[in-house]
């Protein structure tokens, strides 16, 4: 296919914090915390770029107070940052709790990412890009909203393809099911979770939950962590991609964000979905062995 990668989403700043024991209430619990860049959108465009894709673009909205240090990290990383600055409010925080497991429990403080205007996006920003991936995050709110339809409407007017990636159960089961769905109307691949998927079909099976939400998106890739992914087209189950073993996991933080970016490079590099699957799958690998949402070189 060709073409660079627009990603309208989000910087967040993220404070990972690793603790070996379980949490105890009322007092200390020890733990290795650090602060590092981060968001959905930001992670999967560095993970696109770390990919082979030679040009990704990341739009969002940061705090004034961060936006130098999210720009310089984007950039390093490969991915020419896009982004509004907000004189107003900062950036927005995540705090990741990240279990002996590495399964991560969010706190979510999505300040400037909800405030990302229509008017932050413009149509150049779509010159010579072949796809467009929109993080969910932005359709939990009325002005990031109206900025991420923009974007789909006008990359649907180009014939550009464009993907949805849910972003969180938690937020999905806010906003409701059915709304989602109405929102994402017009994305020719959808990439959930198996968290989402249920939540989007109210069905507990991934492969029929993928099915179904193949009825009304042409893609649909749901991954399911460990045990890789499953893809669907046409109301059926297209294909299956085993994850590979990964023997230290230390952080999940930004594993779908991994496979989103690896999958998407490898669209626009010309592989088949199952062949992509199977990118984003060893990018998803890769990514639990690192702290935090972000490739490691």
């Known amino acids: 296919m060709g073409g660079g990668l627009l990603v309208v989403g989000e910087v967040v700043t993220d404070v990972v914090a690793r603790h070996a024991t379980a949490l105890v209430n009322g007092t200390d619990t020890t733990a290795r915390i650090r602060t590092l860049p981060g968001g959905a959108g930001a992670n999967a465009a560095c993970w696109a770029a770390c990919s082979g894709c030679a040009d990704v673009r990341l739009l969002a909205r940061t ?26 409010v900062a950036s927005a925080t995540v705090i990741a709790l990240v279990d002996a497991t590495a399964e991560r429990t969010f706190l979510t403080d999505s300040r400037a990412v909800l405030r990302l205007a229509a008017e932050d996006f413009s149509r150049a920003m779509l010159d010579g890009v072949g796809r467009v991936h929109v993080s969910g995050y932005l359709l939990f709110a009325g002005a990031s909203r109206d900025a991420a339809l923009l974007a789909v409407r006008t990359a649907r007017e180009r014939n550009i393809p464009v993907s949805v990636d849910p972003a969180s159960a938690g937020f999905l089961a806010e906003l409701g099911p059915g709304r989602f769905l109405e ?37 649909v890739a749901v991954t399911l962590g460990a045990r890789g992914a499953v893809l669907a087209a046409g109301g059926a189950v297209t294909g299956r991609v085993a994850g590979p073993p990964v023997r230290e996991p230390v952080d ?25 699957a199977g990118a984003g799958c060893r990018a998803g690998a890769e990514a639990v062995t690192t702290v935090g949402g972000r490739p490691a070189r």
Request: glycine share 10%; aromatic share 4%; hydrophobic share 50%.
């Open 63 to 88: 705090g004034a107070e961060s936006a130098a240090w999210h720009r310089d990290a984007l950039e390093r990383s490969g991915v020419r940052a896009l982004l509004a600055v907000d004189e107003e």
């Open 183 to 219: 929102l994402a109307e017009g994305a020719e691949l959808l990439l959930p979770n198996a968290d989402e998927a249920r939540l989007l079909t109210g069905l507990a099976e991934p492969d029929a939950a993928a099915a179904e939400l193949s009825r009304r998106f042409p893609k």
């Open 252 to 276: 999940s933080t930004g594993a779908g964000d991994a496979f989103t970016g690896g999958f998407l490079a490898a669209l626009l590099a010309g592989a088949d979905d199952a062949t992509a």
